[in-house]
């Protein structure tokens, strides 16, 4: 790479100052991404870029990322694959290059945003504790990392002096469900121990398979002399089902093979009981969709709740162990609940049997309850105290502490690695979304941004939360490392500097084996599709209907000219990144889509002084002042956030009877719930190519990618599939069924728990048998919570203490 660059600028010397000459003539110091394409586009279209063609320089050009002009010296980074980076510096007015390193990049850039340099910079470097442990090599297999990890590690496991067979056989010793003894006994004290009593314990159960139980009696004498010999409840609850398990052992102790272990631990009872957290917000089962904070995350967890709870009932059955799953949900309790159940203590989780929202109060330094909801970037000062409380309220609630720990978001699971450490147990991490790619260089001016949204305190949680999780679980693939021309969430955490703080030059890195892709569902008793009518509760239907081209019903704007127009669909929360005011700017400009559809708007308040959120009651401002300038009343119906899910289920499948379609225009999105409640419901969509939809959405299969930042672009691929499906129906069936199986094959549930349960399992094994736990790098990680992060949440609570 710097073979070519130097060659580049000793035989085209002219060709590429001019080029230098365009990014200076950009105007600032710290040139984008999108900025250096437009640039690009323009000098390769120019007189002066012709002697360059074919010598490389579009391909190198193409794959930086970012360029940082310090004159006479140009800066940048070059993205030559997934996850893997080099650093160059040019000096334009000598035209000579020469690789730097990333923490000489940092400071070029630390340089600019201070003024000076810095003599002493704090640098938070995590690769030398990780030499030496499993890294995935491919990019392809990132996001795969259980499948790496026991390729990996099974090998080595029975090998040498077999310590790793005496380890297994204590890791099934360890077992334990209040406080009774599974899979084996004392007995069992030795590897050749094992051996025999497998070989007695296939004999038993063999016997036992082949003669008909007359009673419950007769089942339970081979229980019994299993037990006589070492074995405990756990292998299964018939003796074809135990034998097979014993089979499976004794196979992997022959000959170790990575999916005879993942099947083997996929028998073994060590998931009773499961602690999520997600402390921000308003956590509940009713009218808190739309409140400030609360969205699709809630969702996601109240069904990841009920697809666990099921597969962990099913699992344990099977397993023989008659014992009811426990899954707590922590988060905050919120005295002024706002007419939500947010006050309240303990609450059943509706369609499970045990599973539970305990609620726990943040508390001032003094040990006060504090009472109203605060912003998740205001949350920090409260989290160290909630960890400690929410984790003496669990062991309460439960007896004895969980078996697996669930962080959700940047705060969930910071709580998540702090409760985690302490009780000894495996912890999983999901992010949902990482605050760091949404905002424009928010490490550079962290500064700037601290007043309203304390970066620097996320960015640290988030380097902490990452590197203690045993596991890390993403719904896409470009969640972790993005796409050939795009950088993923957990990526940009690689290498990054908070100027005056501190500089990241190693801090989260994407081919550890501890990152796996575990994509959800949606509901599939309420997102179902449009044509199963018999399921569609006709005064549910007719409700709808009227809320949507009706004068009745929920608080909106605008009413529908002429309501036999297709309609295009977008739902989601007002705030600046779902991009709600773009689609409406989008629609309003193009006088082709706002004669072939309607479009309807479901989200936020119509009135911004009903908003606690300043981000969200400016969209909302911004909403009415575009409906005003392109004066659609006539053609846009925007009502105000529905909470009820068995209502929007029909609000799509409503839609989808006109056929119309689901838009999701966000500038970025994580995964896109709502794109695969749409699409369940048989409707195509318009998905942003910025994030999960990219991966959910087959372009022109199962619905189209649009592109937010060209928007102009959007609304003429909207109206053309719209034109086209009028004049051949058969276009928008076909799409719609196309929609439907994509979800059913690829995001459900019953897939989500099975896949969660068996990683929980699996990393587990391995943090007992192997040094999965990494404590140097734990040792690292408290010294850097101590003297980094306590002191500036320290901060954040010093200063709302003195606000009036």
């Not at 990526?491 to 990241?504: A, K």
Request: proline letters at 4%; charged letters at 25%.
């Amino acid at each position: 790479m710097i073979d070519t660059l130097t060659q580049l600028l000793t035989e085209h010397r002219e060709a590429l100052y001019v080029f230098f000459r365009r990014l200076r003539a950009i105007g600032h110091p710290f040139v984008s991404r999108p900025e250096l394409e437009e640039t690009l586009r323009r000098f390769l279209a120019s007189d002066a870029a012709s002697e360059l063609e074919g010598t490389g320089f579009a391909e190198l050009a193409g794959d930086t990322h970012e360029v940082v002009l310090d004159d006479p010296l140009v800066y940048v980074s070059i993205r030559h694959d997934v996850a893997r980076w080099t650093y160059l510096q040019v000096h334009t007015e000598e035209l000579r290059a020469r690789m730097v390193s990333v923490s000489e990049f940092l400071g070029a850039k630390e340089r600019l945003v201070r003024g000076q340099e810095q003599a002493h910079v704090l640098e938070i470097d995590l690769q030398p504790f990780e030499r030496g442990f499993p890294r995935l090599t491919r990019s392809a297999s990132i996001g795969r990392g259980v499948e790496f990890l026991n390729r990996h590690l099974s090998g080595r496991l029975f090998e040498g002096d077999r310590e790793g067979l005496k380890r297994l056989v204590g890791f099934l010793q360890v077992h334990q469900v209040s406080g009774r003894q599974l899979m084996l006994n004392g007995q069992i004290g030795e590897l050749n121990d094992l051996l025999r009593i497998l070989r007695k314990g296939l004999e038993i159960t063999a016997v036992a398979a082949g003669t008909a139980a007359a009673s419950a009696e007769d089942a339970r004498e081979w229980q019994l002399e299993l037990r006589r010999i070492g074995f405990e409840p756990g292998w299964g609850r018939t003796p074809e089902r135990a034998h097979d398990t014993m089979e499976l052992l004794l196979d992997l102790l022959e000959a170790p093979e990575p999916r005879q272990l993942a099947r083997f631990l996929a028998r073994i009872p060590m998931i009773t009981s499961i602690a999520i957290v997600s402390p921000h917000g308003y956590f509940g089962q009713a009218n808190v969709l739309g409140k400030p904070d609360t969205g699709g995350q809630v969702v996601y967890i109240l069904d990841q709740v009920r697809a666990l709870e099921h597969a962990m009932r099913s699992s344990l059955h099977e397993q023989g162990i008659d014992i009811e799953p426990q899954i707590v949900v922590l988060t905050r309790l919120l005295p002024e609940s706002d007419g939500t159940t947010c006050g309240q203590r303990l609450e059943p989780i509706i369609g499970t049997e045990t599973a539970r929202i305990l609620r726990v109060p943040f508390r001032n330094e003094d040990g006060g309850i504090v009472r109203p909801w605060i912003s998740r970037f205001e949350i920090w000062p409260y989290l160290e105290r909630f960890a400690i409380d929410a984790e003496r309220e669990l062991l309460a609630e439960l007896g004895a502490r969980p078996d697996f720990i669930i962080g959700n978001y940047s705060d969930g699971n910071l709580v998540a690695s702090l409760m985690a450490r302490r009780l000894g147990i495996t912890q999983c991490n999901i992010a949902h979304a990482l605050e760091k790619t949404k905002y424009e260089n928010s490490d550079l001016e962290w500064e700037a941004l601290e007043e309203e949204h304390h970066f620097s305190c996320q960015f640290t949680a988030d380097l902490i939360a990452m590197n203690t999780a045993d596991f890390i679980i993403t719904s896409t693939y470009q969640e972790i490392a993005g796409t050939s021309h795009s950088i993923g969430q957990y990526e940009s955490y690689q290498s990054f500097t908070l100027p005056g703080l501190y500089r990241v030059v190693s801090g989260i890195d994407c081919f550890d084996p501890k990152f796996n892709v575990v994509s959800p569902g949606a509901n599939p008793d309420v997102f179902f599709p449009y044509w199963e009518t018999s399921r569609r509760p006709r005064e549910l239907t007719e409700e709808m209907r009227a809320m949507v081209f009706g004068s009745t019903g929920a608080a909106h704007r605008g009413d529908f000219e002429d309501a036999s127009r297709p309609l295009l669909f977008a739902m989601s929360r007002l705030d600046r990144i779902k991009n709600v005011a773009g689609l409406l700017d989008w629609y309003g400009r193009n006088d082709r889509l706002r004669e072939r559809a309607n479009l309807l708007v479901v989200g936020g308040w119509l009135d911004p002084a009903r908003s606690s959120d300043v981000d969200e009651a400016r969209q909302i401002e911004r909403v009415h002042a575009l409906m005003d300038e392109h004066a659609l009343d006539r053609e846009v119906r925007w009502v105000e956030m529905q909470t009820d899910k068995n209502r929007v289920g029909e609000i799509y499948r409503v839609v989808a009877d006109t056929r119309g379609a689901f838009v999701q225009p966000a500038l970025f999105e994580a995964f896109g719930l709502t794109v695969v409640e749409a699409m369940s419901s048989g409707l195509p969509v318009f998905a942003t190519l910025h994030g999960g939809p990219l991966e959910i959405v087959e372009d022109g299969v199962s619905g189209f990618h649009i592109d937010p930042n060209r928007g102009d672009e959007a609304a003429v691929t909207m109206c053309s599939f719209l034109e086209r499906s009028a004049h051949s129906p058969e276009l928008w069936k076909t799409l719609s069924c196309q929609a439907v199986a994509r979800v059913q094959e690829r995001y459900n549930w019953h897939l989500y728990a099975s896949r969660l349960l068996e990683l929980s399992r699996i990393y587990g094994f391995w943090k007992y048998i192997t040094s999965l736990e990494r404590d140097e790098t734990a040792r690292y990680l408290e010294m850097f919570y101590a003297l980094m992060f306590r002191p500036l949440a320290r901060t954040i609570g010093e200063r709302e203490t003195a606000d009036p």
